[in-house]
């Protein structure tokens, strides 16, 4: 009896835990990419280093730190398209190659901000219900804003996972004065960033930086920092919505995306 009871603990204690763990860092759920035909992932070589979107047929919009200060070189960066794991075997019309980069004039690594940039590839990706383009939106969300998050991240304290499948998650934004209240011991938040953050402290993580967050089906941000993973503590955007990522972005796509 006394043996049973312990047991019985021991397995809640067990399953508390894991549970706890599971939402200690991103707490999505899986969910297909074909839900999302404008998501790509990025790799140098072979290896995976981000998520990003295509807003037009060639250009795809991600985060600055995704280049790693080496936007001049840009030979060895390729997308990909419509690949629910890291390690899915796609084939090569889901595949492009950049061709150059362009990352934001105010961008400053020391704080992340302004932590926007775009890449143009060599060939445009061909349209369809399959692969296509997704809107910006250059509004601010309103207060009480639901958003999406997707991306290929870690999703538990083990590090990255090269065969990680993609997933979502539900975020709400997070009032500026608040989020520096609480990031500003880091950083200060600034206009070219905002902060957003789910129930159960789901949150974004590495691996989905440059990934889309998404209101209402258009873009209106991408992933960039945070401080550790679902440790409650809001998920940092690049905001498009501030006079000069909109300035920025929207010149880029005007002088290189009208193809
Ligand atoms: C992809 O990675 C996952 C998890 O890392 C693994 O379980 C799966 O077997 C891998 N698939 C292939 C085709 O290598």
């Known amino acids: 009896m006394w043996l049973k009871l312990i047991t019985w603990l021991t397995l809640l204690q067990l399953l508390a835990g894991a549970l706890s763990q599971e939402l200690k860092i991103f707490g999505g759920i899986t969910e297909p990419v074909r839900n999302y035909p404008f998501l790509v992932n990025l790799r140098r070589g072979p290896t995976f280093k981000c998520g990003g979107a295509l807003i037009a047929p060639s250009c795809v919009v991600t985060a600055a730190h995704c280049l790693e200060n080496d936007v001049q070189n840009v030979d060895n960066l390729y997308v990909n398209a419509q690949q629910d794991c890291l390690n899915d075997t796609i084939p090569d019309s889901n595949v492009r190659q950049a061709w150059y980069a362009c990352i934001s004039p105010q961008y400053k690594p020391i704080n992340l901000d302004a932590d926007l940039a775009v890449i143009k590839l060599r060939q445009p990706f061909y349209t369809s219900d399959i692969i296509n383009?997704?809107?910006?939106?250059?509004?601010d969300p309103p207060e009480d804003a639901r958003m999406r998050i997707v991306g290929w991240g870690m999703t538990n304290e083990e590090g990255l996972d090269w065969g990680q499948c993609l997933q979502?998650?539900?975020?709400?934004?997070?009032?500026?004065?608040?989020?520096?209240?609480?990031?500003?011991?880091?950083?200060?938040?600034?206009?070219?960033?905002?902060?957003?953050?789910?129930?159960?402290?789901?949150?974004?993580?590495?691996?989905?930086?440059?990934?889309?967050?998404?209101?209402?089906?258009?873009?209106?941000?991408?992933?960039?920092?945070?401080?550790?993973?679902?440790?409650?503590?809001?998920?940092?955007?690049?905001?498009?919505?501030?006079?000069?990522?909109?300035?920025?972005?929207?010149?880029?796509?005007?002088?290189?995306?009208?193809?």
């Open 133 to 139: 383009t997704v809107a910006v939106d250059f509004n």
């Open 168 to 259: 979502s998650a539900d975020v709400s934004l997070v009032r500026r004065d608040q989020c520096n209240r609480q990031m500003s011991l880091i950083t200060p938040i600034t206009k070219n960033m905002f902060c957003a953050l789910g129930e159960n402290k789901i949150d974004a993580c590495q691996g989905d930086s440059g990934s889309p967050i998404l209101y209402g089906g258009r873009v209106v941000g991408v992933v960039s920092w945070g401080k550790d993973c679902g440790s409650g503590l809001p998920g940092v955007y690049t905001r498009f919505s501030s006079s000069s990522m909109m300035w920025f972005l929207q010149s880029f796509i005007e002088t290189n995306c009208l193809d």
